[in-house]
């Protein structure tokens, strides 16, 4: 059974870049099955989308986040990475990392719309 962990400081400075890791176990990120994905979730609003790595490393950004997001594999280690530029106090949220089983397309660009594994979230707040 697959499992994610996402690791990285819980405190970042306004205008820093984000950098949290997925660590993966239980299945390879290179598997053509599957996508891995980052998400959040800002106190008191809904779980966000912000982009996937896809099997052979190609990644892909939800719009509204490509001009400060980039995502990032490491292979050797089963590991995926998310960095996140010029971060303010909105960006403070509860980072998600998972494993994407399928796609839909709205017309504009593809989107995750089924997720299969989770990992626990991690907690990142932005504050001076």
Request: proline share 6%.
């Amino acid at each position: 059974q697959v499992q994610l962990q996402e690791s990285g400081p819980g405190l970042v400075k306004p205008s820093q870049t984000l950098s949290l890791t997925c660590t993966v176990s239980g299945g390879s990120i290179t598997t053509s099955d599957y996508a891995w994905s980052w998400n959040r979730q800002p106190p008191g609003k809904g779980l966000e989308w912000m982009g996937v790595i896809a099997y052979d490393g190609t990644p892909y950004y939800s719009p509204s986040l490509k001009s400060r997001t980039s995502i990032s594999r490491d292979t050797s280690k089963n590991q995926f990475s998310l960095q996140l530029n010029s971060v303010t106090p909105e960006d403070t949220a509860v980072y998600y990392c998972a494993r994407v089983a399928s796609f839909d397309y709205n017309g504009s660009y593809y989107y995750p719309s089924e997720y299969d594994a989770w990992g626990q979230g991690t907690q990142v707040t932005v504050s001076s």
